[in-house]
């Protein structure tokens, strides 16, 4: 796995006690990527630079081979960010 650490567009959503179910995201690199989340992993809180962040390991098919990957949420910023894949 590498280090991304790239800010994503997320398509989630939320249950009434507040927890995020993500849904699929759009990565921008040479050209423009829909990639959905089949499952999730794994799901955890931790800190990162004093924000409280949500972390969710999960796995897609890309381009057909199944792939393992960590998002993270920071709720104090309201942002999505790729961060291994």
Known sequence: M???AKPIK???WFNEDGSI???KFKIEEDEAKVIKINKILKRDKEKLAGNI???FVCSSSINGIERIFEIKYDAKSYKWILFKM
């Open 2 to 4: 590498k280090v991304v």
């Open 10 to 12: 997320m398509i989630a």
């Open 21 to 23: 179910n993500p849904i």
């Open 53 to 55: 962040m949500e972390k």
